[in-house]
């Protein structure tokens, strides 16, 4: 710990560069994440950034966390294994997966279903304005699942957090969140939502197709893990 403070000066100057470092490095798995569903479950470039930035308020959020916790324990609650207390935090991942996969079936088919009972009314349209928020669940969800992804940055933060007062742990996760998304997730994110709204436009007898591909891509990935144990 010693030879990190010194190298950084201070946590929140190591929050600062760990976190750009982080966010244009490992957010690989991340841009995989949010591009699929963007372009399986979005029309639009507004809405496409918008998910990005629903992603990372759900990581940020759960960073704080692990800071609070990880400062009242006195210890990293999160090494660079993939245990969180013995749990295997990979597998909320998997499980958000599938629940994603789940979530855009469920939408195509109710969109569908709509549609050719010729029912998709002003009414209908309201009722699926107020059901956006629960849309928004499995990017929260995502978020918070990516945010436990044990890695040695997020280590080093939580180490730091473990020795600092539950609020400055807090303020310091908040500001490696912060610089952690300073990523091109943003950018790729737009696009894909810029791409899909394209997509809509032009080849609307595909888009059926392609949020059903999606939908697959994200249940399989979830589920595999569970089948090759």
């Known amino acids: 710990m010693e030879n990190i403070i010194a190298q950084y000066g201070s946590p929140f100057m190591a929050a600062i560069l760990i976190g750009l470092g982080c966010g244009f490095s490992c957010g690989s798995t991340s841009t995989v994440f949010l591009t699929t ?3 399986g479950n979005e029309n639009d470039t507004k809405k496409g950034f918008f998910s990005v930035i629903h992603f990372l308020l759900g990581k940020i959020m759960v960073m704080i966390l692990l800071g609070l916790i990880s400062s009242l324990m006195g ?9 969180i207390g013995g749990f295997d935090s990979k597998i909320i991942l998997n499980i958000v997966e599938i629940f994603t996969g789940i979530m855009i079936l469920y939408k195509l088919f ?12 002003k009414t209908v349209t309201n009722k699926e ?18 945010g436990m992804t044990p890695c040695y940055p997020l280590a080093v933060m939580l180490l730091f957090s473990a020795t600092l007062t539950s609020l ?7 500001v490696f969140g912060i610089f952690n998304s300073i990523s091109p997730v943003i950018i790729y994110g737009t696009m894909a939502g810029y791409f899909s709204k394209k997509m809509y436009k032009e080849i609307p007898q595909y888009v059926h197709l392609i949020q059903g591909m999606a ?8 589920v595999y893990p569970f089948i090759i144990k």
């Open 37 to 39: 569903y963007i372009m």
């Open 75 to 83: 210890t990293a609650i999160i090494g660079q294994n993939t245990t």
């Open 110 to 121: 109710k969109k569908k279903s709509c549609c050719d009972k010729k029912s998709c009314s």
């Open 129 to 146: 304005k107020k059901e956006r928020i629960i849309e928004h669940v499995p990017l929260w969800l995502a978020g918070v699942a990516y």
């Open 168 to 174: 400055n742990a807090c303020l310091l996760m908040l």
């Open 215 to 222: 939908a697959v891509i994200f249940i399989f990935v979830g």
